[in-house]
């Protein structure tokens, strides 16, 4: 039996087995599942103004070439500490939006090379970073906390200190 074929057959056993462990506990399987499906519609509707309000800003910053901009200012003194200029837009879209971020990460793929430092910084980057300030927005927003400063201090710092170390570590390993 091939690995396909497995897991084809794997998500049905998961779930007969919970179905036979919701049978054996006594749960009322049907009331349960559908409990949990309205609560599920209920949570979608209420982040859903807020992925759209991400949408919106992600859109913004990316069409109107303010980054682009930013870039330029930044370039002196990212040349003087060895991180390329040219990974700032991945890693500034990153903590706002992972699909954004994989689009850079093509783009620079396709110009420098997958075997290139920036190839391998870039898919090291989109590994190692997450999409804070988007979850921050949905997750924290469709809860109700308004005062994230500290989660987002935290990971925004997470987010700088996993570009530094995606740097030094595709130089060591790499080049």
Do not use: C, W
């Not at 309205?38 to 992925?51: R, V």
């Not at 330029?72 to 990974?87: A, G, S, T």
């Not at 924290?140 to 994230?148: A, E, L």
């Amino acid at each position: 039996m091939n690995l396909v074929t497995l897991s084809n057959y794997l998500l049905p056993v998961v779930v007969l087995l919970i179905v036979l462990y919701g049978f054996i506990k006594k749960v009322p399987l049907y009331d349960s599942f559908t409990k949990g499906a309205k609560e599920g519609m209920e949570l979608a509707f209420s982040i859903f103004p807020f992925f759209i309000a991400m949408i919106f800003g992600v859109n913004i910053l990316l069409k109107s070439g303010f980054l682009d901009h930013i870039f330029l200012l930044f370039r002196p003194l990212f040349d003087f500490i060895k991180i390329p200029v040219e990974i700032l837009p991945m890693a500034i879209v990153r903590p706002i939006s992972g699909n954004a971020s994989f689009a850079v990460m093509i783009d620079i793929i396709k110009k420098f090379g997958v075997d290139s430092f920036m190839g391998r910084l870039a898919a090291t980057l989109q590994g190692s970073t997450d999409t804070t300030i988007y979850v921050l927005t949905l997750y924290f927003g469709s809860i109700g906390i308004k005062n994230s400063k500290y989660a987002l201090t935290a990971g925004l710092l997470a987010d700088t200190m996993a570009v530094v170390v995606s740097v030094l570590l595709v130089r060591f390993l790499f080049f």
